[in-house]
C-alpha cells in the first residue's frame, strides 16, 4: 500500500501502521482498509501538511486526533501523551502519521516496546526498514529504559 496517496506507509501489526502525509486519497484508503482512526503528529508548519485532514477524517467516521510533535525539541512529555492517546484509542485500528514516517515510526518503536512489550530489537529491526533514526532519538529511546 506504500503509494503516492499513502508514502511511505508501513503496517506494524493488525492495530497500527504509520506513514508520511496521506493524500485525500489515502485517508479514503484507509477508511477503505478498515482503520478507524487517524492520530497526525505533524505541525501545521510542515510543508506537506493537509488542512482540512481532521474534518476529512471525520466525515468518513473515523477519529482522528493532531497532536504536533516538534522534534527538534524533543521532550519526555512527547512520549508520555502520544502514549495517552494511544492508549485511549485501544483496541482501534491507528494509522499514525507525520510528515514523513520518521517521528511516527520512533513513537510507535517506543510504544510497542514500552506498553506492548514487544521485543525491543524485533521493534528496532523493522524501524530500520522505514528509516535510519538520528542519534537524537536514539538517546530519547535510552530517556525511557530503552537499550536505544
Known amino acids: 500500500m506504500n503509494n503516492k496517496e499513502l508514502p511511505r506507509f508501513y503496517n506494524h501489526d493488525e492495530n497500527f501502521a504509520t506513514g508520511a502525509q496521506p493524500s485525500v486519497e489515502g485517508i479514503k484508503l484507509l ?6 482512526a487517524v492520530v497526525n503528529i505533524s505541525p501545521v ?18 477519529d482522528y486526533v493532531h497532536f504536533p510533535v516538534d522534534c ?5 512529555r512527547h512520549y508520555k501523551m502520544f502514549s495517552a492517546i494511544l492508549d485511549g484509542l485501544e483496541g482501534e485500528k491507528i494509522f499514525i502519521h507525520c510528515g514523513g514516517n520518521i517521528k511516527s515510526s520512533s513513537l510507535l518503536h517506543m510504544y510497542r516496546v514500552i506498553e506492548k512489550k514487544v521485543d525491543e530489537k524485533e521493534s528496532l529491526d523493522e524501524l530500520l526498514k522505514i528509516q535510519n533514526p538520528e542519534q537524537k532519538w536514539f538517546d530519547y529511546f535510552k530517556r525511557f529504559g530503552m537499550a536505544g
Open 31 to 36: 477508511k477503505e482498509k478498515g482503520f478507524t
Open 45 to 62: 508548519s510542515t510543508p506537506n501538511f493537509l488542512p482540512g485532514e481532521g474534518g476529512l477524517v471525520e466525515g468518513l467516521g473515523m
Open 72 to 76: 527538534s525539541n524533543l521532550r519526555d
